[in-house]
């Protein structure tokens, strides 16, 4: 009996802290400038041939429309793609991103595409913005760290920079999720994000630093006022400890350097580290 070829992928969380809607005709050229940071949590995905398509998130099948447009720019095969994800879902953690280019580097492998890397990160990429799960996830993912999104897209149409950093703790804690569609297709937020986006993106740039990243972050999300009133109890009690703090793009969530247990006040708060590795094979 031949033994079943298989491959395995991982894809960090990315937590976006600033943001500049870019949307073009073509979703190649689409996505978001802007800054983020990559968590050591995320996706781990296994794909393996199959007799039909199928995906399953954390053992459960799923619809997983991202994933499934990724899969679908890259082969017409039959796969099985099971994705553990230690990550909450439209909390903004990237999930689907992560996802969707896990499951692109491991189908590769799996299938013996023969793809590049940036090849692979593209059909994410196109699967999220086609999909309006996400603009800047994917281009976060494929570097880690912090990364300082320059031009929209992935490389080579995109230019991403990066923050040097040690991978040092990140608190956060989640009150559930935010639309991301539905903030993308609000013409009037777009122009407050895009306006507030591009001073701030500025500012990081005068001073590329992981306490500069939090502070332009969180004057990002005061400025675009999509804050629930937890989220905003939540920073401003990290900032009386002496810590930093911003909410991630986008989800009613909040993330945190140094905060003293601050957020453990408000819930269940949870702990990773800062990733410097991008999505890679396993």
Do not use: Y
């Not at 699967?127 to 031009?151: S, Y």
């Not at 703790?169 to 999720?177: A, E, H, L, Q, T």
């Not at 006022?225 to 009386?240: C, F, G, K, Y």
């Amino acid at each position: 009996m031949q033994q079943q070829i298989f491959a395995r992928a991982f894809a960090p969380a990315h937590i976006s802290g600033i943001f500049v809607i870019d949307i073009k005709k073509e979703p190649e050229l689409s996505g978001s400038m802007g800054s983020g940071i990559c968590l050591k949590d995320g996706a781990v995905t296994k794909v393996s041939a199959a007799g039909e398509t199928s995906i399953k998130i954390n053992g459960a099948v799923s619809e997983a429309t991202t994933t499934l447009s990724a899969i679908k720019l890259l082969t017409s095969k039959p796969v099985l793609v099971e994705t553990e994800l230690d990550i909450p879902i439209g909390a903004g953690f990237g999930a689907s991103g992560a996802g969707a280019l896990s499951t692109a580097l491991a189908l590769n492998e799996a299938l013996s595409q023969e793809q590049t890397f940036n090849d692979l990160a593209q059909a994410a990429h196109i699967a999220e913005v086609m999909n309006r799960t996400g603009l800047g996830d994917v281009a976060g993912q494929t570097c880690g760290g912090i990364d300082i999104r320059k031009k929209a897209g992935i490389p080579p149409v995109g230019i991403i920079d990066r923050i040097p950093c040690r991978e040092i703790s990140v608190s956060w804690i989640s009150f559930g999720g935010i639309s991301t569609k539905s903030v993308l297709s609000n013409e009037l937020k777009k122009e407050t994000i895009n306006r507030a986006g591009k001073s701030r993106l500025k500012e990081l740039l005068k001073k590329p630093t992981l306490t500069n990243f939090f502070r332009q972050s969180s004057a990002f999300a005061k400025e675009i006022e999509l804050m629930s009133s937890e989220v905003r109890d939540a920073i401003e009690a990290v900032e009386a400890m002496g810590g930093l703090a911003s909410q991630a793009m986008l989800g009613n969530t909040v993330f945190a350097i140094n905060d003293d247990g601050a957020l453990l006040e408000f819930g269940d708060a949870q702990e990773s580290m800062i990733s410097n590795a991008g999505a890679h094979l396993l």
